[in-house]
């Protein structure tokens, strides 16, 4: 079968290799897989930005598929079943522990970008039934990473307001789940094209950050003063600070990545000021991943795709990532 794999060194670093067939172990399940989904994460895989890993991998958390084939003790899933692989294959429930983040697809175990690929009975999740491959593949981390922030630990309200930095697969996955929830959302963008089709989505305000560089006071205006209630932060180091400042008192900032950096100084009077909660969310458990499902099922939510490339492309899926043009989530095809 075929496989990418990124290498330690050489030109370039992610290859298109030849690996042996899969089959399926005890406890095991084979997938052939559909679809996959990049992240800002594998970006960082990729330029050796994401600290020290074991090279070379598969890389790709994210992924959808059909089982083939079941090994001896499988009694979960038959050959047919359409599922997606969980970004965690240790996190089931409860909370995160640190022995959990060394069962991460794509960082220390072979990842999704395959035409196969072996998982544990309990590393898949069956996908909705109303959604296509490509759509599923984009659940496993950008979905439930702002299921997990929103609604599982930021309880989200339709009395709240949530801002939305930037228009990627977390923000438009959570613009998804605030109306969802009756919120009220305010998006930034720097493309006015792109706060459009956010409006369309149902996002209640817009910002184009080029325009309005101030955006936090621009928050502040459309609040009344009241200030936002939840903030998904994708940002890192250019942002947290402008998203401290567009906070209400008892406000959340969820805290997805570092598109800027992770390097930040924030005022501690700021935080004490607003009575603030900042979390570091990791992505999330298969317990929340199947709320979510359920949720997206009774709603019909369908995620939004941007742009989809054939399995030979991807490298130039990489690189469309790169450059910041998308609108949603980037989807290979296999």
Not at 203 to 227: C, F, M, Q
Not at 258 to 268: A, D, N
Not at 304 to 333: C, E, R
Request: hydrophobic share 45%; proline share 4%.
């Amino acid at each position: 079968m075929k496989a990418y794999k990124i290498f330690e060194s050489g030109e370039p670093r992610l290859r298109l290799v030849e690996l042996p067939e899969l089959k399926a172990g005890p406890g095991k399940v084979v997938v052939r897989v559909r679809a996959t989904s990049l992240n800002y994460r594998d970006l960082m895989v990729l330029t050796g930005r994401y600290g020290e890993m074991r090279l070379p991998i598969v890389p790709l958390s994210d992924g959808a598929g059909d089982i083939v084939a079941i090994g001896e003790g499988v009694t979960r899933w038959k050959p047919g079943d359409r599922v997606a692989g969980l970004f965690f294959q240790g996190w089931h429930t409860g909370t995160f522990q640190r022995e959990m983040g060394h069962t991460a697809l794509g960082g220390e175990l072979d990842g999704m970008l395959a035409e196969s690929v072996a998982l544990a009975e309990d590393g898949v999740i069956p996908i909705p039934p109303h959604m296509s491959f490509a759509e599923a593949a984009t659940l496993p981390c950008a979905g439930l990473t702002a299921w997990h922030a929103l609604v599982t630990v930021g309880n989200v309200s339709a009395d709240e307001t949530v801002l939305l930095l930037g228009t990627g697969g977390v923000s438009i996955f959570a613009l998804q789940f605030a109306k969802m929830h009756g919120a009220r959302v305010i998006i930034t963008s720097g493309s006015d094209e792109k706060l459009a089709r956010a409006r369309a989505l149902g996002a209640d305000e817009t910002i184009n950050y080029h325009s309005t560089p101030d955006w936090e006071k621009e928050v502040y205006r459309l609040t009344n003063k009241a200030g936002a209630d939840h903030v998904i932060e994708v940002g890192g180091q250019n942002t947290l600070g402008k998203s401290l400042a567009s906070l209400a008192i008892g406000g959340q900032i969820h805290i997805i990545g570092g598109v800027s950096g992770f390097t930040s100084e924030v005022s501690l009077g700021a935080i004490l000021g607003r009575s603030a909660v900042i979390r570091g969310i990791r992505v999330g458990s298969s317990e929340m991943f199947e709320a979510m499902n359920r949720a997206m099922i009774l709603h019909r939510t369908q995620p939004v795709v941007d742009k989809v490339f054939d399995f030979h492309d991807t490298p130039a899926a990489y690189q469309y990532l790169q450059s910041g043009k998308h609108f949603g989530k980037v989807v290979i095809s296999i």
